[in-house]
């Protein structure tokens, strides 16, 4: 609970930071406007967030082990994922890419950063472009499992996750 006048922002970071390293921490991320949309009436949600938004989630960017988009993500914006409005170092890069339709020029894929990428994958489908770790899982009824997504995420050493969307 936020005391008068504390900065929210601050206390989300140093929650982020005091976070139990014996078990994963997972912030969620979507932007959003004011009137509760996550896109422009045309479906347009490059940029819908202010710049005091945009300041903040390189700043959670820069507090977690990796940052995770689903692939409609990366196909509809090619974001690059890193840090770049704020100090820190880059959070290593994960697209949940099921059937492996990310494109290998995908920004986020890129490697010449030197940051870790991964893509997680149904266990049949390809594996992801040259240099990218590729993360198998199964497939239960309904897809690939967000608490298996984040157990194998764990298990390679990224503890502390920012999803990413809108």
């Known amino acids: 609970m936020t005391q008068a006048g504390t900065d929210p922002a601050a206390e989300a970071l140093a929650r982020i930071s005091a976070a139990d390293p014996a078990r994963p921490f997972v912030v969620a991320q979507l932007g959003q406007s004011l009137d509760g ?5 045309t479906g347009e949600s490059r940029w819908i967030n202010r ?8 700043r959670l960017r820069a507090a977690v082990d990796a940052v995770v988009v689903g692939v409609g993500t990366a196909i509809a914006d090619d974001p690059l994922l ?5 100090a820190g170092r880059h959070p290593a890069r994960v697209v949940i890419d099921p ?3 990310v494109p290998p020029g995908a920004r986020c894929l890129a490697g010449d950063d030197g940051v870790r990428r991964l893509v997680v994958r149904n266990g049949d ?42």
Do not use: M
């Open 125 to 166: 489908a390809p594996d992801g472009p040259a240099g990218v770790e590729t993360v198998r899982l199964g497939r239960d009824q309904v897809g690939l499992s967000p608490r298996a997504i984040v157990a194998a995420l764990f298990e390679r050493g990224l503890r502390k996750l920012l999803i990413e969307g809108g």
């Open 37 to 41: 949309r996550i896109a422009t009436p």
């Open 99 to 101: 059937n492996g339709r």
């Open 82 to 86: 890193n840090v770049r409005r704020c």
């Open 51 to 58: 710049d005091a938004a945009l300041d903040h989630v390189h």
